[in-house]
T-cell receptor, first 113, second 115 residues
């Protein structure tokens, strides 16, 4: 079962920042927070991940609270093409049994003009 | 998603036939994961393989499903005696790291339709 809780859906106006929250109150000290998205029925796309510190790349920013029990994915200037299901996933650091990415239901983000 | 190649993209089978789905990981990647997505449902982990080894098959159905990742060639997900409930999108992902964070890169999926 997924170790995260996300809102079912969110709306965002084009050009505005989209802030997607995620709760992971049972996260362990060595577990990372990953974000993926799935646009329509395409293959999931990696967005960003982090352990403790805030992270930023060309796609998004990841803000992790100090106690690591929650995080927020920020898309700074949402476009229509950002409409997708966004998955927040907690996962251990090693590629071994029991550390596969487990997808929950995610948040359906709808960006409108 | 660039780099992980799955084929066929679409496959139609009649009940009782066999389905073989192939996945070529990104260059240099030796870890492969298979996921299944039923219509209108989420992604479900099936199996994780490294070259010639099954590491985690906790999500694989006990019967009719098998997976391999030989030393040479693509990873194969094989479904024997398909039933209508097997109709789904099957996604493959690859990863390059055995330690560290090892983000997964997904292919575009193979869509199986069982008539």
């Amino acid at each position: 079962d997924a170790k995260t809780t996300q809102p079912t859906s969110m709306d965002c106006a084009e050009g505005r920042a989209a802030n997607l929250p995620c709760n992971h109150s049972t996260i362990s000290g060595n577990e990372y927070v990953y974000w993926y998205r799935q646009i329509h029925s395409q293959g999931p796309q990696y967005i960003i991940h982090g352990l403790k510190n805030n992270e930023t790349n060309e796609m998004a920013s990841l803000i992790i609270t100090e106690d690591r029990k929650s995080s927020t994915l920020i898309l700074p200037h949402a476009t229509l093409r950002d409409t997708a299901v966004y998955y927040c996933i907690v996962r251990g650091p090693f590629n071994q049994a029991g550390t596969a990415l487990i997808f929950g239901k995610g948040t359906t983000l709808s960006v409108s003009s | 998603n660039a780099g992980v190649m799955q084929n066929p993209r679409h496959l139609v089978r009649r009940r009782g036939q066999e389905a073989r789905l192939r996945c070529s990981p990104m260059k240099g990647h030796s870890h492969v994961y298979w996921y299944r997505q039923l219509p209108e449902e989420g992604l479900k982990f099936m199996v994780y393989l490294q070259k010639e080894n099954i590491i985690d098959e906790s999500g694989m159905p006990k019967e009719r499903f098998s997976a391999e990742f030989p030393k040479e060639g693509p990873s194969i997900l094989r479904i024997q005696q398909v039933v209508r409930g097997d109709s789904a999108a099957y996604f493959c992902a690859s990863s390059s790291q055995s330690r560290g964070t090892g983000e997964l890169f997904f292919g575009e999926g193979s869509r199986l339709t069982v008539l």
